[in-house]
């Protein structure tokens, strides 16, 4: 016969495991809850701001996204009480603490403190409380969604996804350009679908003027999918996921460690939340310094303070966009050289590559513990290798292109487009023709007044592009260094590449070329379908157009707003295949083989 203390025992183990279920249950619909309401309410302020409606609708539906905050800080309090019932993990349980006090200040300041914060910031007021709603919700909404996320990275080929989150990304800035309130006389969907994937690819090709076309709020669109597109949607939903899910699958961390570049597992999460704290501190900094050089004294003028925040976004991402018709050629800007200087700064950090920043920022690190060591006495702690061969590659390869791009343009342009200009002006507007190739689309100059070998210098520069995890398109100077590298390694007779002791795998001496031959092949289909399209635009500047826009550098010679649709839609394409890699096209919808256990007797080609 059993004893009582059994069934207490089984009657305690299914009311435990009955209550378990439950707080998973209402965690669930919790969860979905908060998801849908906060998709509610950013429709809501989107149809607010994006439709002209009257005062009293206006009201009504400012009552009613009030009501679901409400709702919202509700969920989550209750959300908090279950996952501290639950002894969720001290991080989760910060994130929900942090985004309580977020809706709480929220609420406190509409119902209480409305009248107070209206006289401080006037004419503002209604500006901030909207970014305020919109971007708290749009985080509680990615953070939702980010925890769906990594589920889908154990399902789907995670080229998919990334293809997937820029294809979405286009899609809803192509809606949002196309509400009334974002132009000022409307635009056609093919304009609006230019100008989302220009401003998520980074590109900066523009079918319209940007200035003159789109309103506050359609520039404020414009902005926000500049810096989706330049940090990767993926950035963000990967580190949401993580840091309110608290824990992700091996197979899950493998994945993400490749898309972020992470040296070890261990450091995905700190990997993650150092690129966006590396993203918004430079582009803090360089707002500053915009913001100093266009007013010494740093009054508080909104046109000023709005310029300054564009353009630093537009970049440190290598957008190339400007509030201003003429971009950096307006009268006002051609000659403040320490803008020019700033943007260039702001464009190389941006197209450098996060991988490069993390390195040097771990070898930054290394030496101020070491200053520390020996402040205290201590000896020096050697820890080698902290600069990678990646690293090294990359610097070295940028500085050298700006280098060779900087000299060639001072000799070929000095007596033609620089003409008139000091040798120190000179130098600075060939050093900024040197950089933004480099995938930005800034310029200073008009690039149909260059001669002819200085678009081709400018075409290859474009070609090359940016930097791996970087910011920008292009085939990366990684692969146009390794491509270098192979011509020497094979000139000298050697059967392998080898730098600073160092031997490159021949997987990426493989895709290295894999890639060159793809973008050739795309930059031609799009040159030989432009010119078929429009056969009256000068076949250079089709050239030239279609160099820009795989390199997604956004330089023109003028022939963009007179594309035909057809055309358009060409370039969109070559922009979309530059900023995403076609390498990364064809991985997405060609199925892997796998390691095969055999192989074939090798056989000679002639080459040559």
Avoid at 254 to 277: M, N, P, R, Y
Avoid at 492 to 511: F, T, Y
Avoid at 533 to 548: G, Q, R, T, W
Wanted: net charge positive; proline share 2%; aromatic share 16%.
């Amino acid at each position: 016969m059993k004893r009582p203390i059994y069934y207490i025992k089984t009657w305690w183990f299914a009311i435990e495991k009955t209550t378990l279920n439950l707080f998973r249950f209402l965690l669930n619909f919790i969860s979905n809850s908060i998801f849908f309401v906060s998709l509610i309410i950013i429709g809501l302020t989107v149809y607010r701001t994006g439709f002209p409606i009257n005062d009293i609708r206006d009201v009504f539906i400012k009552n009613i996204i009030l009501n679901l905050q409400v709702l919202l800080l509700i969920a989550f309090f209750v959300r908090l009480l279950i996952l501290i019932q639950t002894r969720a993990k001290k991080r989760i349980i910060f994130g929900e603490f942090l985004l309580i006090l977020v809706l709480l200040l929220f609420v406190v300041e509409h119902y209480y403190l409305n009248n107070h914060f209206k006289n401080i910031f006037k004419e503002w007021y209604n500006f901030i409380e909207s970014i305020y709603l919109v971007g708290t919700n749009i985080i509680i909404f990615l953070i939702e969604i980010s925890k769906k996320s990594l589920k889908f990275l154990e399902k789907y080929n995670p080229s998919v996804l990334f293809l997937a989150s820029f294809i979405l990304l286009i899609v809803i800035g192509t809606l949002l350009l196309l509400l009334p309130s974002a132009t000022y006389n409307g635009i056609s969907f093919t304009d609006a679908f230019f100008i989302s994937t220009s401003a998520v690819c980074v590109t900066g090709l523009i079918s319209v003027d940007v200035p003159t076309t789109f309103t506050f709020f359609g520039k404020t669109v414009i902005l926000s999918l500049i810096q989706a597109g330049g940090l990767g949607i993926m950035t963000f939903t990967t580190f949401f996921g993580l840091f309110f899910t608290g824990s992700s699958s091996f197979k899950d961390q493998l994945i993400i460690k490749d898309i972020i570049h992470s040296d070890t597992l261990s450091e995905i999460f700190k990997t993650l939340l150092k690129i966006i704290i590396f993203t918004f501190f430079i582009e803090f900094i360089g707002f500053l310094f915009i913001w100093f050089s266009l007013d010494p004294h740093l009054h508080v003028n909104s046109d000023n303070i709005k310029f300054s925040v564009f353009h630093t976004v537009s970049a440190f991402c290598n957008a190339g966009f400007s509030t201003k018709s003429a971009g950096l050629m307006d009268s006002a800007l051609q000659h403040n050289y320490l803008l020019h200087l700033i943007i260039a700064f702001l464009v190389i950090a941006g197209g450098i590559g996060f991988p490069i920043l993390l390195n040097y920022y771990k070898l930054i690190k290394h030496l101020f513990y070491n200053f520390g060591r020996i402040l205290k006495g201590k000896s020096y702690s050697h820890k080698p290798h902290i600069i990678n061969v990646n690293s090294r590659l990359v610097l070295i390869t940028t500085f050298i292109l700006i280098m060779f791009g900087m000299v060639f343009f001072l000799l070929f342009e000095t007596n033609n487009s620089l003409k008139g200009y000091s040798f120190g002006e000179k130098l600075i507007f060939s050093f900024f023709a040197s950089v933004t190739p480099r995938t930005a689309g800034f310029n200073t100059i008009d690039y149909s007044t260059v001669l002819p070998i200085t678009s081709l210098l400018t075409m290859f520069l474009m070609w090359i592009g940016a930097s791996p995890s970087g910011t920008g398109g292009g085939i990366k100077t990684s692969t146009f260094a390794i491509a270098m590298l192979n011509i020497f390694s094979f000139a000298r007779g050697k059967n392998r590449i080898e730098v600073w002791r160092r031997e490159i795998s021949s997987q990426s001496v493989r895709k290295a070329f894999a890639v060159i031959q793809l973008s050739l092949l795309v930059v031609g289909l799009s040159v030989l379908l432009v010119s078929m399209f429009n056969p009256e635009i000068d076949f250079m500047k089709i050239i030239f157009e279609c160099f820009s826009a795989f390199g997604t550098v956004g330089l023109s010679m003028g022939i963009t707003s007179q594309l035909s649709e057809a055309s358009k839609w060409v370039i969109i394409v070559t922009m979309f295949l530059g900023r995403v890699g076609t390498l990364t096209l064809f991985v997405a919808f060609l199925r892997k083989v796998s390691t095969v256990k055999y192989k074939y007797p090798t056989d000679e080609i002639i080459i040559n």
